[in-house]
Every structure is written in C-alpha cells, then in structure tokens.
C-alpha cells in the first residue's frame, strides 16, 4: 500500500468514526421511557401474588394514611423495570383491604387471570383510604371531595400518586396511569381522575353515579365540561352497572351521553347483576381488561412517536 492509499484510507477511517459518534450522540438526546412489559414471564406469574397495607404521613389531611399495594410478578426479579399504576376504590363503610379479602373483591385472582392471559400488563396495584377525617360510620359513604372534613381528593389524587412514585418503580406519563373504584368509590374514581388529568387518563366506574349533592364542581358530568382541551382528549373511560341498579344505570346512561358529546373516548355496558360484591367481582375483568387495552395502545403510540423523532433527528 502507498502513501495515497494509507491517506485516503485513514480519513474514511476518521470519517466513519465521527459519522458513528454523531448518531450516536442524536440517538442519546431522544427521550427514553421504560417499554411498557405487556404480559409477565411464566415462572413469575406462578407465584400468588400478595398485598400490604403501607402507612404514610398525610400532610394533606394532617394524619397517617394507609393504602394496600400489591406489586406485579416479578418485580423484584426486574430491578429496571418501571409499571403502570392501577387505583382502586372502595365504596361505603369500606377501606383498603376491601378490594383484596376473599369475601369481597378477590381482586388478586381476577389480576392474576388476567396477566396470565394478557389482557392487563403487569402492574402496580394500590387501595387508597377514601374516609375523611370523620371515619366510615356512622356515615354511609366516604366523600371524595375537597370538603370541610378533610381534602381527600387531593390527598388521593396528587399527594398519594407522588409518595407511590417515590416508594415504586413507576411509568410517569399519566397514560400509564388508571383510577376506578365501585358505588360510592365509582363517582370518587371518575371525580378524583377530572381533578387530575395531569396524573390520571383512564378512569373507571363499576356501579357509580355522577352528580353529587355537594355540588357542580364534584359531580362529573357538569365538571368534565370544564376541564382543558387537550385533558378531554387523553381521557379514557369506562362506566358499567347492573340491570337492577335502575338509578346507576340512568345516571351512567346521562354521563356517557355527555361524553359522546365532548367527543370523549368511553364505554358503557349494561350487565345482569345489582349493588352486590358478586357483581363487582365478577365485573372488575371487563374493566381492568378496558384498562389494559388502553395501556397498550399507549405504549404502541409512544413507540411510534420514537421512532419518529428518531428519523427525524437522523435526517438532520
């Protein structure tokens, strides 16, 4: 080789050196999220899974707070993995472990049925405390509201999200993000997610209602009309009742009316059934399935807006 060939060779040399290190910083300024994990591995998904009741200080509410958690299959196996975040609910004179006990909602065998098949993602489950600061009894239902008795929209709906952020590996976008509860916790559900859009995009409601007596601004289907744009078009919900519960069903059939009418992406299904744990048991798959079907249509659209930005910084 002579001296005009060693020349020419080297700078193709440097040449593609500094082409590959130029990609490769474009490549590092795309933002990253952890991909979304769409069904767990078989040898995790054959342990049980489990729940604890956790406690925080509420400055909020100025007291200790509880809230059940129960972590996906195989999060301690996948340190780098981050999940999306389910909350559930409870109704009147309930608390936390409503949604887990064997008499009640047994809701670890619907999720884990549901993992096992693949309708839901594996994910970070949470039961927040819905009482005030007056207790469950003898009061019929908690109020979800920002009231005199205690701000316990916010504390569910903001200060819970961020100490759950902190303690667990989550997804932050809230499209990766689902509140849904039953009854009394179905209108808390709706109206915690509306007040807010920054944390949750779907919502769910088993047997719920949506007007309530302290007010428009609790009462979804009047406030859902004046939250922003671009919140009404992340929205996703879902909304169900029994046949029997003629006074949910009416109030279910108002509000999906108002959300065809914004344009709001919803579904509203009517099933055989009444105001009963059997019911809700029974109905928590067809939500938490509407809940993973939407989280997978998010990771799709953030994968595709990757790949976007990706060949668009390629090409400059």
């Known amino acids: 080789?002579?001296?005009?060939?060693?020349?020419?060779?080297?700078?193709?040399?440097?040449?593609?050196?500094?082409?590959?290190?130029?990609?490769?910083?474009v490549a590092a300024k795309i933002p990253q999220q952890q991909?979304?994990?769409?069904?767990?591995?078989?040898?995790?998904?054959?342990?049980?899974?489990?729940?604890?009741?956790?406690?925080y200080d509420s400055q909020v509410m100025g007291a200790s707070r509880t809230y059940g958690v129960s972590l996906p299959p195989g999060y301690?196996?996948?340190?780098?993995?981050?999940?999306?975040?389910?909350?559930?609910?409870?109704?009147?004179?309930?608390?936390?472990?409503d949604w887990f006990i064997q008499n009640k909602g047994q809701a670890l065998k619907t999720v884990e049925q549901l993992y096992t098949t693949g309708k839901l993602p594996p994910s970070i489950i949470i039961t927040p405390d819905g009482n005030d600061k007056r207790g469950s009894s003898p009061y019929r239902d908690p109020e979800y509201i920002d009231g005199p008795n205690g701000k316990v929209s916010t504390a569910v709906g903001d200060e819970l999200v961020k100490v759950?952020?902190?303690?667990?590996?989550?997804?932050t976008n809230p499209d990766f993000w689902a509140i849904g509860g039953l009854s009394s916790g179905g209108w808390g559900a709706i109206n915690v997610g509306l007040h807010n859009p920054d944390h949750f995009s779907i919502l769910f409601s088993h047997s719920g209602y949506f007007q309530d007596k302290s007010g428009p601004i609790n009462s979804p289907?009047?406030?859902?009309?004046?939250?922003?744009?671009q919140a009404k078009k992340r929205l996703r919900i879902y909304l169900d009742s029994g046949k029997s519960d003629v006074e949910e069903i009416d109030q279910a059939e108002q509000f999906a009316k108002v959300l065809n009418e914004l344009k709001i992406y919803n579904l509203f299904r009517e099933f055989p059934g009444s105001h009963t744990w059997k019911y809700w048991r029974k109905h928590l798959a067809d939500s938490l399935t509407f809940v993973g079907e939407q989280f997978k249509s998010s990771s799709i659209a953030d994968k595709s807006e990757k790949l976007d930005l990706s060949a668009k910084n390629t090409q400059k």
Do not use: W
């Not at 196996?77 to 981050?82: D, G, I, L, M, R």
């Not at 759950?164 to 997804?171: A, K």
């Not at 289907?221 to 744009?229: G, H």
């Open 1 to 25: 080789m002579n001296y005009k060939q060693s020349k020419i060779l080297l700078l193709v040399s440097v040449l593609t050196l500094v082409s590959c290190n130029y990609r490769q910083t």
């Open 35 to 55: 991909d979304l994990q769409t069904q767990p591995n078989a040898s995790d998904v054959a342990t049980s899974l489990t729940y604890k009741i956790e406690t």
């Open 76 to 97: 301690g196996q996948n340190p780098k993995q981050s999940y999306p975040v389910i909350f559930l609910l409870h109704g009147g004179h309930g608390n936390p472990t």
């Open 164 to 171: 759950v952020q902190s303690r667990y590996r989550t997804l």
């Open 221 to 229: 289907i009047t406030y859902i009309k004046t939250i922003p744009p």
